[in-house]
């Protein structure tokens, strides 16, 4: 007589077990990656935040720096970030240009963004002479 199977057998259970662990590995990359470029991301779009406010703050402050390369730091989004901003001259006496790279660590190895921007000194705007009418 021959008995009915009733389950599934040992070497079954477990190919299905080897199935579901390399699919749930591949799941676990792909969240790990998503992650790693959902970081890089916000790193370098607050960076080019951080940057724009600072060549932003330049031009509003109305001086005119001398030409030098400095590290500052500010703070966005609950973060730290580590600003280097040169300001060098042109061949117009009237403009300068500013290059600004944020960092996202102290060590400034993780650069985060990266912009340059001119600043002009503008000559304040000569006064109107007005011709003069006579009535006869």
């Given at each position: 007589m021959k008995q009915a199977s009733a389950g599934?057998?040992?070497?079954?259970?477990l190919a299905a077990l080897l199935i579901v662990a390399v699919?749930?590995?591949?799941?676990?990359k792909v969240i790990g990656s998503t992650a790693v470029v959902l970081q890089i991301s916000e790193e370098r779009l607050v960076g080019s935040w951080v940057a724009?406010?600072?060549?932003?703050?330049?031009?509003l402050s109305r001086g005119w720096p001398a030409?030098?390369?400095?590290?500052?730091?500010?703070?966005?989004?609950?973060?730290?970030?580590?600003l280097r901003q040169k300001i060098s001259s042109t061949t117009d006496?009237?403009?300068?240009?500013?290059?600004?790279?944020?960092?996202s660590d102290e060590d400034h190895e993780r650069?985060?963004?990266r912009i340059f921007g001119y600043l002009?000194?503008?000559?304040?705007?000569?006064?109107?002479v007005q011709g003069h009418s006579e009535d006869h």
């Open positions: 599934f057998t040992l070497l079954e259970i699919g749930l590995g591949a799941v676990s724009s406010n600072h060549l932003a703050e330049l031009r030409a030098s390369e400095t590290d500052q730091q500010t703070s966005m989004g609950g973060r730290t970030w580590h006496p009237d403009l300068l240009r500013i290059d600004v790279d944020v960092f650069t985060a963004a002009a000194r503008y000559a304040p705007p000569l006064p109107s």
